[in-house]
Structure formats: C-alpha cells, structure tokens
C-alpha cells in the first residue's frame, strides 16, 4: 500500500509561471513533510520541509502547504525557471521512517 | 567536505547470483540509511544502520541485509538475485537525531539484473 501518493508522474510548465506539485497521504502519523529534487545521476537533495503543526513554509520562490484535513501537501515553485526541470520527490516521516512518493518529473519549457 | 559517495555506480548481474554495494558516508555522520528507487514506486526506505547496529528496517525480503563497519561506511547485499531487484540503490547519511532534513544522499549505484 502506499503510503504517499504522487498522482501526476508528470508536470509540463512555461517558464516564469508557477509550477504546482501535489503529494497526498494517507498516514495520520506522519507528523513532518519534505520535498527533494533529483536531477540524472545524482541523489535526490532536500528542497523544503513542513511540520505537522504548520500549515504553509516559504523558502524563496519555494513554498509548501499543508492541509492536514484533507492529508494533502503540494509545493508552489513561482516563478519556473528551467533549472527547475527535475524530479520531484514528497516524503512524509513518521515513526522513525521516510516514506517517499513515486516522485514527479516537471519540465520547464523556455 | 566530501559528499556522501556510492561504489560502484554501475553493476549488471543476472538472476541467482549476489551483490554487495558500498557507501561512504559524509565526514562526522555516524547515520547511513538504503534506499531503493525503481520507477512508479519512489524511494523504498530498506534500512538504517548507525554505530554499527541496524536501527530500523523497512518491508523487505532477508536476501536483502546490511552492515556499518566502525568507520561507519556501509554496506549492503542482496543474495539470490531477481529481476526485480533492479534499481537505483540509494544511500544517504546524517548525524544520528538530526532530522531529516539533514539527510545527504549519494548518487546512487544502478543495479540491472539479467
């Protein structure tokens, strides 16, 4: 069963608008969201995290938001640059491990 | 610093037989955990070793096992080799009771079997 659900394997966006990445769960015992980037080759690095007792983390052009209710979590990436283009990765921790979701590849068009 | 490194990259061996994949962790991180990533399924949390001692297991089948040595480098192994262990092995390292956040992962090595 998984755990976390990516639903969109993939997200096509133009440069310089906002990019939206959603990640459900089912789990009510994770109480701590991340998401990571994964570019070729190399191993997925950690992008933004959000507690359980928060419901939104900015971080530059990055932010998370959390809504607990609904066991959703998606990631707004404003504006898209073309660097951006990677896989996305939602995890959510709890009970001492890391469950991550099938991931997203976005691609940012110039 | 040195990044969290993983030998080697690239393996290719065919059913029944077994591998053993390397990590070196980061400089100071005592944490080294596994993942394996295959497509549709994400990243599979298969275990956790720190000083030496498994700490916590993921859902996976005994041909899967680990070790950590004292110098804290690790390693894993799958015996019996099936066609759908191929994947991108991953690991990662901390300071035990970070958070994980502060978890770097390795590149990876890509395992095919045939």
């Known amino acids: 069963d998984q755990q976390v659900k990516q639903n969109s394997p993939s997200l096509s966006v133009q440069e310089g608008r906002i990019s939206i990445l959603n990640c459900d769960y089912t789990?009510?015992?994770?109480?701590?969201f991340l998401w990571y980037k994964k570019y070729p080759a190399e191993g997925p690095t950690f992008l933004i995290s959000?507690?359980?007792?928060?419901d939104k983390n900015e971080d530059g052009r990055f932010t998370v938001f959390l809504n607990k209710s609904a066991k959703h979590l998606s990631l707004h990436i404003v504006p898209s640059q073309p660097g951006d283009s990677a896989v996305y990765f939602c995890?959510?921790?709890?009970?001492?491990?890391?469950?991550f979701g099938a991931g997203t590849i976005l691609r940012v068009k110039s | 610093k040195a990044g969290v490194t993983q030998t080697p990259r690239y393996l290719i061996k065919t059913r029944g037989q077994q591998v053993t994949l390397s990590c070196s962790p980061i400089?100071?991180?005592?944490?080294v955990s596994w993942y394996q990533q295959t497509p549709g399924q994400g990243l599979q949390f298969l275990f956790e070793?720190?000083?030496?001692?498994?700490?916590n297991k993921g859902n996976f089948p005994g041909r899967f096992s680990g070790r950590q040595f004292s110098n804290s480098r690790s390693e894993m192994n799958v015996s019996t080799l099936e066609l759908g262990d191929s994947a991108l092995y991953l690991c990662?390292?901390?300071?035990?009771?970070?958070?994980?956040?502060?978890?770097?992962f390795g590149p990876g090595t890509r395992l095919t079997v045939l």
């Open positions: 990662a390292s901390r300071q035990y009771g970070q958070g994980m956040d502060e978890q770097f």
């Open positions: 070793y720190f000083s030496e001692t498994q700490r």
């Open positions: 400089s100071g991180h005592r944490s």
């Open positions: 959000i507690s359980s007792i928060k």
């Open positions: 995890a959510a921790y709890g009970g001492n491990k890391l469950v």
């Open positions: 789990n009510s015992m994770f109480d701590y």
